[in-house]
């Protein structure tokens, strides 16, 4: 979509929102194939009629150019030409309805595949991923920054803003005496690897290091209250100890370096649709490096003649938090998050509920080196859900204390970073 169309979209939102009749458009919308059906799902249990309408809107911005002038039509065919005529003066474009008859065959084309007129739209669009490896005709055709062809697009999220998105870390290193948590040496190795690659993949980072936890939360809430129409994703990343936490559906929190502890839980409900609505639709990434609990995994033996699974030289320590006092270089667990309606979320984290996280101290932690070398290797090629997987084969064969990454998915659709 044009800029002149989401700045039309959003001066208009105000009116949209509180006149829009969204029940017509249902139909409509499918048939054109502007949403597919699941995505219209998600817009009508949005709630109310006027929240079903906000997000509808939001929603439209990442459907592409030919959103803007099928949406005008859509609006006339319903009776509700004078919203589409508000759009259209906001916008400066014409105020005839555009002619729909040319968009179909530009949607539809493939390469290596024979158009077929009689094919409908709306299904061919909606048809799941796992068909594609039904179609060895159509070869995909690599974007940089995207690795998508047309024919996924739908099932893609589109990253088109420079930069596509804020991308906040939390440091924590040196906690309070009192606090009983030790210094996390190693951790600014980590820091620095994930600000160069954060800014490669075109993200504006901002680091902030040791904070207590009522300042992780006065920055978490900062960053969520700031306004994010014109981006299309959010990642936080939080460096520190964790613990085990009571939680709904992600375990885990993090400490401050007073050594008070944050739920993580608490800390995506921050950017959920209600309480970050310019991140609705889009999607919103979580790097925990710390413990999921206490225990240390060491292991079941397996046949290896792979040199990466011998025991790393060096100084080796625990992330995790002990429920005990700790002793000798033992640091604190990491931590998972979880959100009343977890749509668009992402949480990786460097350990398994219940388990430690191992960090180096002259190299960082093996998540986050693990982590960094498959971004920079696969990120212009492979989607975020395939390259976690990389990162935990890669981290779960590393030493003899054993250590699996988890991760908690509720994203719609593929994430393809944005490579400079």
């Known amino acids: 979509m044009e800029e002149a169309q989401r700045r039309a979209l959003r001066r208009g939102r105000a009116r949209l929102v509180a006149a829009l009749r969204v029940a017509p458009l249902w139909g409509p919308l499918r048939e054109r194939g502007l949403f597919t059906r699941h995505m219209l799902e998600d817009v009508q249990s949005a709630g109310s009629r006027g929240e079903q309408a906000r997000q509808l809107v939001i929603d439209l911005e990442t459907r592409g150019k030919r959103a803007f002038p099928v949406f005008l039509s859509i609006l006339r065919d319903t009776g509700q030409g004078d919203l589409a005529d508000m759009l259209a003066e906001e916008c400066g474009c014409p105020s005839a309805p555009p002619q729909l008859v040319d968009l179909r065959p530009v949607e539809l084309e493939l390469p290596g595949e024979e158009h077929h007129e009689n094919v409908n739209l709306p299904e061919r669009l909606s048809i799941p991923v796992q068909a594609e490896s039904e179609r060895p005709r159509v070869p995909p055709v690599p974007v940089r920054g995207s690795a998508v062809d047309k024919w996924n697009r739908d099932l893609v999220y589109q990253l088109r803003a420079d930069p596509c998105g804020r991308c906040l870390i939390l440091n924590n290193i040196n906690f309070a005496a009192d606090s009983g948590l030790c210094t996390r040496r190693g951790s600014d190795v980590d820091c620095?690897?994930?600000?160069?690659?954060?800014?490669?993949?075109?993200?504006?980072?901002?680091?902030?290091?040791?904070?207590?936890?009522?300042?992780?939360?006065?920055?978490?809430?900062?960053?969520?209250?700031?306004?994010?129409?014109?981006?299309?994703?959010?990642?936080?990343?939080?460096?520190?100890?964790?613990?085990?936490?009571?939680?709904?559906?992600?375990?885990?929190?993090?400490?401050?370096?007073?050594?008070?502890?944050?739920?993580?839980?608490?800390?995506?409900?921050?950017?959920?649709?209600?309480?970050?609505?310019?991140?609705?639709?889009?999607?919103?990434?979580?790097?925990?490096?710390?413990?999921?609990?206490?225990?240390?995994?060491?292991?079941?033996?397996?046949?290896?003649?792979?040199?990466?699974?011998?025991?790393?030289?060096?100084?080796?320590?625990?992330?995790?938090?002990?429920?005990?006092?700790?002793?000798?270089?033992?640091?604190?667990?990491?931590?998972?998050?979880?959100?009343?309606?977890?749509?668009?979320?992402?949480?990786?984290?460097?350990?398994?509920?219940?388990?430690?996280?191992?960090?180096?101290?002259?190299?960082?932690?093996?998540?986050?080196?693990?982590?960094?070398?498959?971004?920079?290797?696969?990120?212009?090629?492979?989607?975020?859900?395939?390259?976690?997987?990389?990162?935990?084969?890669?981290?779960?064969?590393?030493?003899?204390?054993?250590?699996?990454?988890?991760?908690?998915?509720?994203?719609?659709?593929?994430?393809?970073?944005?490579?400079?």
């Open 192 to 420: 620095e690897k994930l600000e160069k690659r954060f800014r490669a993949l075109s993200f504006d980072v901002l680091t902030q290091r040791d904070l207590e936890a009522q300042d992780m939360v006065s920055e978490l809430q900062k960053l969520a209250r700031r306004d994010h129409s014109a981006l299309d994703c959010c990642i936080v990343v939080i460096l520190s100890h964790g613990c085990q936490t009571s939680h709904i559906q992600f375990p885990g929190g993090v400490y401050g370096t007073d050594g008070k502890p944050i739920p993580i839980e608490k800390i995506v409900n921050y950017f959920n649709g209600s309480n970050c609505p310019s991140l609705r639709g889009k999607p919103k990434l979580f790097f925990i490096q710390a413990c999921g609990g206490e225990q240390r995994d060491r292991g079941f033996v397996v046949d290896s003649s792979s040199p990466g699974d011998e025991a790393p030289r060096g100084s080796v320590e625990s992330d995790a938090t002990p429920f005990q006092a700790p002793s000798g270089n033992v640091d604190e667990s990491d931590a998972v998050a979880s959100l009343p309606t977890p749509s668009d979320i992402l949480v990786s984290y460097s350990t398994f509920p219940g388990f430690v996280s191992w960090r180096e101290v002259s190299s960082g932690s093996w998540y986050v080196e693990t982590l960094d070398s498959v971004l920079d290797q696969y990120a212009p090629s492979e989607d975020l859900l395939n390259m976690l997987l990389r990162v935990a084969n890669a981290v779960s064969a590393k030493g003899k204390y054993k250590q699996i990454p988890g991760c908690f998915n509720f994203l719609r659709k593929k994430f393809f970073f944005k490579c400079k």
